[in-house]
């Protein structure tokens, strides 16, 4: 039965995580908030909302190796799998906004999340994120807020029409997708312990390999559907957005509920980050079609990926 919920729980969150945006969304256009709002918040939290939820049970069971885990390998995913997949489908034409905001706050986040987890570097004896921590994550989150607000942004343009609905229906949606979040939740985050104790795997590997390629699994689709309709743009601004609000929002929250245990061989993860991050910023600095990421660069990026995977599990 645990399993079972286990599996019915990642179909369950990122259901609800829909519902909720959709009725949110749609109380806020009848509510006369511009589509700029909604878009940057509603709808840019909506994508991080499975990690959120998943690293609150965690964080408040203890089970600090999964939130972190969650977060890591979540904007591993989203940097080498789904921004590789996308532009082997169609290659990928950066924004301004990527080249010249979205990639810089990306690599300061990890940097920050690398300064902050490893504590020896000040002496200290134990590595931790720790309350402090979180707090300086969500502050860096509140001015990235009022950076994307105060900033001209060419990819909200891009979302998509906002469904509208009666208020009574609204919020039922909203009562029904934060029901999906919460039995969700607390359903992965039981099923990934009850796995790491039974096939002893640690917390965290679950949660870099397993249950961040479920919660990733809709900015997967939505980016290969992007590219598709070549509008390869909007995946690569999805990507590092969800890689910005995993580490300062999802993984501050989870810092605040709770101290997070660094394990000092998650540097290994931290590291492909900043690789990962560092060659994206190469290629459409410098490479061969500036401002794009072609093919060929985006499958060097989903073979990366494989081998993580590949290395994480067997290794």
């Known amino acids: 039965m645990v399993y079972f919920l286990f599996i019915l729980g990642f179909v369950i969150l990122i259901y609800g995580a829909k519902l909720l945006v959709d009725g949110a969304s749609s109380i806020g256009s009848k509510a006369g908030l511009p589509q700029l709002i909604i878009g940057l918040s509603i709808v840019a939290l909506g994508t991080s909302l499975p990690e959120l939820v998943i690293n609150v049970f965690a964080s408040i069971q203890g089970n600090t190796g999964l939130a972190i885990g969650n977060v890591l390998g979540s904007n591993i995913m ?45 002496g200290s004896s134990n590595n931790a994120l720790i309350i402090y921590d979180g707090i300086i994550l969500l502050m860096f989150f509140t001015i990235m807020i009022y950076l994307l607000f105060t900033g001209k942004d060419e990819e909200i343009e891009a979302v998509s029409e906002i469904k509208q609905f009666t208020y009574v229906k609204s919020i039922l949606l909203i009562l029904a997708g934060s029901s999906g979040l919460f039995f969700g939740g607390r359903w992965i985050v039981d099923g990934a312990s009850t796995i790491s104790i039974e096939m002893g795997i640690s917390q965290s590997t679950i949660g870099l390999t397993l249950i961040a390629i479920a919660t990733s699994l809709p900015e997967l689709v939505t980016s290969v559907v992007a590219a598709l309709k070549k ?3 909007i995946a690569i601004g999805n990507a590092l ?5 995993n580490i300062f929002l999802v993984l501050g929250t989870s810092a605040v509920i709770h101290p997070i245990n660094f394990d000092s061989s998650l540097n290994i993860e931290i590291g492909i980050l900043i690789i990962s991050s560092l060659f994206l910023m190469f290629v459409i600095k410098v490479g061969k079609r500036k401002r794009t990421i072609s093919r060929w660069e985006g499958l060097l990026l989903a073979t990366g990926y494989l081998l993580f995977l590949i290395w994480s599990i067997f290794f």
């Open 78 to 122: 989203n940097t080498l799998l789904i921004i590789g997949i996308t532009a082997i489908i169609f290659p990928i034409k950066v924004s301004t906004n990527v080249i010249r905001r979205d990639s810089w706050i990306n690599l300061i986040a990890i940097l920050l999340v690398a300064v902050l987890a490893n504590d020896h570097l000040f």
């Open 241 to 245: 957005g969800s890689n910005i609000f």
């Open 231 to 233: 509008n390869t743009d």
